[in-house]
């Protein structure tokens, strides 16, 4: 079982730039791949960028360039750089633990809201 609890989110001015945390605990997290996805008002929730065990990253073509995700093994977190936020990005982000043992264990956080305001 993993514990997943956003925070970071606010209201930003367009052209800002914020940082979203996830702290995670309850099983090893060096094992997961760990995914930030959003789902704005009315929308499909959406993969916005993942990290895998090993470091790799992958990132939506809305947001390459502009987000970077990283994660610290060591204080079992996952961070979402935001640079240049545009009223697009408004949305709740949602944080993403997922691993395929002998079975999937797939688990959510609760969601951090962000405003872009333009």
């Known amino acids: 079982q993993v514990q997943l609890v956003e925070s970071g989110g606010g209201l930003v001015q367009a052209g800002g730039s914020l940082t979203l945390s996830c702290a995670a605990s309850?099983?090893?997290?060096?094992?997961?791949?760990m995914g930030w996805y959003r789902q704005a008002p009315g929308k499909q929730r959406e993969l916005v960028a993942e990290?895998?065990?090993?470091?790799?990253?992958n990132y939506a073509d809305s947001v390459k360039g502009r987000f970077t995700i990283s994660r610290d093994n060591a204080k079992n977190t996952v961070y979402l750089q935001m640079n240049s936020l545009n009223a697009e990005d408004t949305a709740v982000y949602y944080c993403?633990?997922?691993?395929?043992?002998?079975?999937?264990?797939?688990?959510w956080g609760q969601g951090t809201q962000v405003t872009v305001s333009s």
């Open positions: 993403n633990a997922v691993w395929y043992g002998s079975s999937m264990y797939d688990y």
């Open positions: 309850g099983s090893i997290f060096s094992i997961y791949t």
């Open positions: 990290i895998t065990s090993g470091g790799s990253t």
